[in-house]
Every structure is written in structure tokens, then in C-alpha cells.
């Protein structure tokens, strides 16, 4: 089973940038996975915002991220990252990564659903 840890999550004024890390130990080696990030803000339910890849060759954005969110990986150092540029208000969610075991090497998963671990999440606030 792998377990997953969120961290970089803060408080930024508008327009400012944050990266999120999700470092991954136990379970298989950490290139098995396919990784999202999904979000969730006070009173809305979970939302997904990116995912990549096993290889990291492949990646899809929510609408909401397109253009201001990078999401990337390092098999080596078993960790994803989020990228989070010209934050708005509206970002402000607790944001958790995901792991997903995938036998396809491009497959990217975008359904909360498909994901079976979990991080606790890292708060992320932005000010207007």
C-alpha cells in the first residue's frame, strides 16, 4: 500500500505562485502510478484539477487549471508535483494527490473514483 504526503500548501495573495509536492512511499515502485491532483473547497465537493501519467508523457488539466497549472513527476524521488501559477481566490481548496496502480504507460485518470490511495491534503489560501 502506498502512502502519500502533500506538503508547500500555504497562504499567497493573488496572482501569486505555490508548488505543491506529494512524495510516495511503500506499495510498488513509484513509476507504477498513475498520480492526480484533485481539490476541495469549504462546502463543494472534490474536484479534479490534474493528472500524469506513469511516464510522465501524458497530462490533463481541469478547464479551471489550463495555463496556470503544471503538474510534473520524478520517478526518482518517488514524487509529483503541482505547479500553481496567477492564483486566484477561487483556488483556495485543501488539495490532495492521488495514486492510481495502471498497468498502461500513457493511461491518465481524471474520476476520483479511479484512484484507490489518498494524501491528508494541504491547505491552500488565497487572498484577494
Known amino acids: 500500500q502506498v502512502q502519500l504526503v502533500e506538503s508547500g500548501g500555504g497562504l499567497v495573495q493573488a496572482g501569486g505562485s505555490l508548488r505543491l509536492s506529494c512524495a510516495a512511499s511503500g506499495g510498488r515502485t513509484f513509476s507504477n502510478y498513475v498520480m492526480g491532483w484533485f481539490r476541495q473547497a469549504p462546502g463543494k465537493e472534490r474536484e479534479f484539477v490534474a493528472t500524469i501519467s506513469r511516464s510522465g508523457g501524458s497530462t490533463r488539466y481541469a478547464d479551471s487549471a489550463k495555463g496556470r497549472f503544471t503538474i510534473s513527476r520524478d520517478n526518482a524521488k518517488n514524487t509529483v508535483y503541482l505547479q500553481m501559477n496567477n492564483l486566484k481566490p477561487e483556488d483556495t481548496a485543501v488539495y490532495y494527490c492521488?495514486?492510481?496502480?495502471?498497468?498502461?504507460?500513457?493511461?491518465?485518470?481524471?474520476?476520483?473514483?479511479?484512484?484507490?490511495?489518498w494524501g491528508q491534503g494541504t491547505q491552500v489560501t488565497v487572498s484577494s
Open positions: 492521488a495514486a492510481d496502480f495502471q498497468s498502461s504507460y500513457t493511461a491518465t485518470m481524471t474520476s476520483e473514483a479511479s484512484y484507490d490511495y
